[in-house]
C-alpha cells in the first residue's frame, strides 16, 4: 500500500499525556530527558507517538512498583534490540521478580514498624491514664471536666 494512502499515525500533545496519565508537563520533559520518552516536534510543540505513549504507561506501571528510572530504561531499550519483545521480558520477569523480593521484605519491615509502633501506644496510653488521663483522645469525661472548668464553671470533687 503506498505510504501516502495510510492513516497518519496517532499523535498526542503534552496536555493530552499529561491530562490522560495525571502527571506534569515537567514530568513529561524529565522523562525525555533522562532518554525515556522521544517526542517529535512540531516547531516549538512537542508532539508524542503512540510509541511514546506505551512507554510513558510502562514507566508509570513501573513507578508505581517501585523500579527504578535505569531499570525501566533498560527494559525499554531492549525492545529497540529484539523486536519480538523476548530480550526485554526475560529482563522484565528477572527484575519484577527481583522486585517482589524486595518489597515483600518491606511489607515485613513495615509490618514489624506497625506491631512496635502500637506496642507503643498501649504502652503510652496506659501510663498516661494514670498520670494525665486529659490527655487521652478517649477521656470524654475527664475532657468534659476540663472544658467546664476552661468556660468558669466551677471544679467537680470527686
Do not use: W
Not at 471536666?145 to 468558669?152: F, H, T
Amino acid at each position: 500500500m503506498p505510504s501516502d494512502l495510510r492513516r497518519p499515525e496517532r499523535t498526542y500533545t503534552i496536555r493530552q499525556l499529561c491530562n490522560e496519565f495525571k502527571v506534569t508537563p515537567r514530568a513529561l520533559r524529565f522523562y525525555e530527558d533522562k532518554g525515556l520518552l522521544f517526542p517529535g516536534r512540531d516547531g516549538m510543540n512537542r508532539v508524542y507517538s503512540h510509541r511514546d505513549r506505551a512507554r510513558l504507561i510502562l514507566i508509570l506501571r513501573g513507578k508505581r512498583v517501585g523500579l527504578s528510572l535505569a531499570v525501566i530504561r533498560d527494559i525499554l531499550d531492549l525492545y529497540k534490540v529484539d523486536d519480538t519483545g523476548a530480550a526485554q521480558l526475560a529482563k522484565s520477569v528477572r527484575k519484577f521478580r527481583e522486585q517482589i523480593v524486595a518489597l515483600e521484605a518491606q511489607r515485613e519491615d513495615i509490618d514489624h514498624a506497625v506491631d512496635e509502633l502500637k506496642a507503643a501506644v498501649a504502652t503510652f496510653e496506659g501510663r498516661l491514664a494514670q498520670v494525665r488521663p486529659d490527655l487521652l483522645p478517649q477521656a470524654t469525661d475527664y475532657d468534659s471536666a476540663m472544658r467546664a472548668r476552661l468556660d468558669g464553671a466551677p471544679e467537680l470533687v470527686r
